[in-house]
């Protein structure tokens, strides 16, 4: 599990925001990510304990923990918007 923290994730969602990853909603914090070019898809959880907020994804550098990866900061993206706009489901997230 990765805890999420603002200052460690700006490197993280830079790379979101220029790779695009495809962001599938599985289920309530559930998410699957697809990199456009390789196919490659990947698992992403998110989880809260005590108030802070922990994210894990089953790619090599989510696996390692030591920092946050694109694939979360992209997910974290739309399960920010989802959780702040439940009754429509978020879809018009996933979409922007
Ligand atoms: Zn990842």
């Known amino acids: 599990m990765i805890k999420l923290e603002e200052s460690k994730m700006m490197k993280a969602i830079e790379k979101a925001r220029r790779e695009k990853p495809f ?19 990947y698992s992403v959880g998110f989880d809260v304990r005590d108030g802070q907020r922990f994210a894990s994804c089953s790619c090599a550098a989510g696996q390692a923990g030591r920092f946050v990866c694109y ?15 439940r009754t429509s489901g978020g879809a018009s997230c996933i979409a922007a």
């Open 71 to 85: 694939h979360v900061a992209a997910c974290a993206g739309a399960h920010v918007c989802i959780a702040a706009t």
């Open 23 to 41: 962001v599938r909603v599985v289920g309530w914090r559930q998410y699957e990510v697809t990199n456009k070019k390789t196919g490659a898809t």
